[in-house]
């Protein structure tokens, strides 16, 4: 595949989008911004919802892939992940489908397997393979995207890279963060691996830094040519000091997707 150019972000208003649309061009991608709300100080970037099937299409044509953030990003009502988050995300591979683009990188999420137990010290670590375990609407709807996009790989020929981000932030807040944090820098070389490397066909990697408290297995990552280049552990002694070590009789600490096991935070919009 010949290194794509143009790139439409979906999401682009959103905290990921706008990382990423200060990053991405630094690797010399020429972005099309969409999201449902104004991209603050991008006049051009194109406002639909995902629903809209003709603004999707108009959108996806003659881009080169696409890097797909858009949609609810915590936990929500069935009927609002449906229509955001499932519904959405096919109209979007229809829409690619149809315009005859041939990649696309799915934010998909560690809460497709949320229900997971997390590793404690000397286990191995969690495959991309695991099971899926979705802990809420918000995590089953990743798992759908996942099995979706496989779906256009075998039937249509469309590749993707589904990464199932932690949690990219600028820095780490939480001890659990510690092991899923992902660098805005390190997120930008996680995309542009996926956008680039050769014959992807529908491949699943988890999104993070090479953090030292790493709970999940980059190798898939890492085949896609990712090399990250952070660790969280700078920020353990501040965060643990704070927040104590985490505890293996808590709910929360028990598995993967931490608190969204247990009282997910709510998409409130």
Same mark, same amino acid.
């Given at each position: ?16 989008g706008t990382l990423m649309r200060e990053l991405l061009p630094r690797y010399g991608y020429e972005l099309r911004l969409l ?9 051009? *970037? ?12 108009? *959108? ?34 229809? *829409? ?10 799915? *934010? ?66 939480s001890v659990r963060m510690l092991s899923v944090w992902m660098s805005p820098a ?84």
């Amino acid at each position: 595949m010949a290194a794509p150019r143009t790139i439409l972000l979906t999401g682009a208003a959103g905290g990921l989008g706008t990382l990423m649309r200060e990053l991405l061009p630094r690797y010399g991608y020429e972005l099309r911004l969409l999201d449902l709300a104004p991209v603050k100080g991008a006049p051009d *970037a194109i406002t639909a919802d995902l629903a809209d099937r003709d603004a999707l299409r108009a *959108a996806v044509r003659g881009v080169d892939a696409i890097v797909h953030l858009a949609g609810i990003s915590l936990e929500s009502s069935f009927e609002k992940i449906l229509r955001a988050n499932i519904e959405g995300t096919h109209n979007l591979y229809e *829409a690619a489908r149809e315009e005859g683009v041939r990649r696309i990188v799915f *934010a998909s999420s560690n809460h497709a397997v949320g229900f997971t137990p997390r590793p404690r010290p000397g286990d191995p670590l969690i495959p991309v393979g695991t099971p899926r375990r979705p802990d809420t609407y918000y995590g089953l709807s990743k798992a759908f995207g996942e099995d979706l996009a496989q779906l256009y790989w075998d039937r249509h020929g469309l590749e993707t890279v589904s990464v199932r981000i932690g949690s990219c932030f600028p820095e780490p807040t939480s001890v659990r963060m510690l092991s899923v944090w992902m660098s805005p820098a390190d997120g930008a070389r996680l995309f542009h691996a996926a956008l680039t490397a050769p014959e992807v066909g529908h491949s699943v990697v988890y999104g993070s830094s090479a953090n030292s408290r790493l709970w999940w297995d980059l190798s898939s990552a890492r085949a896609l040519g990712y090399e990250p280049r952070d660790d969280s552990e700078p920020y353990a002694a501040k965060l643990v000091a704070e927040q104590g070590e985490l505890d293996e009789s808590h709910p929360d600490h028990a598995h993967l997707g931490g608190p969204f096991c247990t009282n997910p935070p709510v998409w409130r919009h």
